[in-house]
């Protein structure tokens, strides 16, 4: 509970705090290549239970491609999101999703659904946890 709460607090004052940058990207990601402002994609939150995790459009919209792995030169990514994904700053909407209650600040990444699916036996009590913004897997292998 003291978590949850800490979460709500950080997350709104954070938005507010960041008010400004989701401006600026905003106009920036519009300047650079058509397409929504914001990312939607279907991830795997707690006890199974899916959500739309938001973040900042990083890629050209129409880019015919079905892989789901973005590689470092990926051609999809626009001249923008090669900026704002090298300083996470593409993650700065996932303060929506803390706030509504779909993540926390440290958990474990949501995985997209299908990877989920995969877990088998202790490995699945990943799923107990609210996923975070965070974890020590994103730490170590940033």
């Known amino acids: 509970m003291i978590k949850r709460l800490f979460d709500i607090i ?3 004052v954070g938005i507010i705090i960041l008010t400004p940058v989701f ?3 905003s106009i920036l990601i519009k300047i650079d290549s058509s397409g929504p402002v914001f990312f939607l994609q279907e991830r795997v939150g ?5 959500f739309k995790i938001i973040k900042f459009r990083s890629m050209k919209i129409n880019h015919n491609n079905s892989l789901t792995i ?3 030169n990926d051609k999809r990514i626009t001249r923008i999101g090669k900026k704002i994904r090298k300083y996470k700053i593409d993650e700065i909407p996932e303060l929506i999703n803390v706030f509504i209650g779909n993540m926390s600040f440290v958990g474990p990444r949501p995985d997209v659904p299908g990877y989920a699916d995969l ?3 202790e490995s699945r009590n990943i799923l107990k946890l609210r996923p975070g913004i965070t974890s020590l ?3 170590k292998y940033a």
């Open 119 to 121: 877990l088998k036996g």
């Open 10 to 12: 950080l997350s709104f």
């Open 70 to 72: 973005t590689l470092e």
């Open 46 to 50: 707690l006890n199974g239970k899916l």
């Open 23 to 25: 401006i600026i990207v």
């Open 137 to 139: 897997a994103s730490i």
